[in-house]
T-cell receptor
């Protein structure tokens, strides 16, 4: 997971509370992504970013928002957490050109439990 | 839209057995294809990739060939080891426009017993 750090790694919260997960990269990659991993569903894209302040929705974006105010940080916010958002969240980065282009590098994951 | 279908697990093999994990896809255009591996408690990491038809990706004894005629990218290894126990994900790229995204299959859990 060199170059990409997720925080917190584990969090337990209650329904209705706001939660923010942080992804920090030191690779200066242009693209950043948030995925969630659930049994029977594999990985599903929540939101992604293709530059500072440039973000777009993935296939399961309802209930989530993101922000990217600088290249190295991509924040995922659950405004009001629900039990259906209990999951493992993975951040990933990629670059559009050069060696290793278009290959996703993943963080170690953030396990979120909503009670 | 794009989709990836891979064989459901779990798959349990003895050490030195032959491994095949099937993967088929639906996509418009000419996607790149990937296999990622996830070891227990870790994030995903790239295992191999192929960017055009008939390309063969290979790494750590694993191989997969991009078959456009059958829209498949099956993962194979001739002799598995206990250390290969992990979850394997097939994925394809969406290279439309100026952005780049991956669509993943649901994953196949492989357990290799000594």
């Amino acid at each position: 997971d060199a170059g990409i750090t997720q925080s917190p790694r584990h969090k337990v919260t209650e329904t209705g509370t706001p939660v923010t997960l942080r992804c920090h990269q030191t690779e200066n990659h242009r693209y950043m992504y948030w995925y969630r991993q659930d049994p029977g569903h594999g990985l599903r894209l929540i939101h992604y970013s293709y530059g500072v302040k440039d973000t777009d929705k993935g296939e399961v974006s309802d209930g989530y928002s993101v922000s990217r105010s600088k290249t190295e940080d991509f924040l995922l916010t659950l405004e009001s957490a629900t039990s259906s958002q209990t999951s493992v969240y993975f951040c990933a980065i990629s670059k559009p050109r050069g060696p290793g282009a278009n290959v996703l590098t993943f963080g170690a994951g953030s396990r979120l439990t909503v009670l | 839209g794009n989709s990836v279908t891979q064989m459901e697990g779990p798959v349990t093999l003895s050490e030195e057995a032959f491994l095949t994990i099937n993967c088929t896809y639906t996509a418009t255009g000419y996607p790149s294809l990937f296999w990622y591996v996830q070891y227990p408690g870790e994030g995903l990491q790239l295992l191999l990739k192929a960017t055009k038809a008939d390309d063969k990706g290979s790494n750590k004894g694993f191989e997969a060939t991009y078959r456009k005629e059958t829209t498949s990218f099956h993962l194979e290894k001739g002799s598995v080891q206990v250390s290969d126990s992990a979850v394997y994900f097939c994925a394809l790229s969406d290279s439309g426009g100026s952005n780049y995204k991956l669509t993943f299959g649901k994953g196949t859990l492989l357990t290799v017993n000594p």
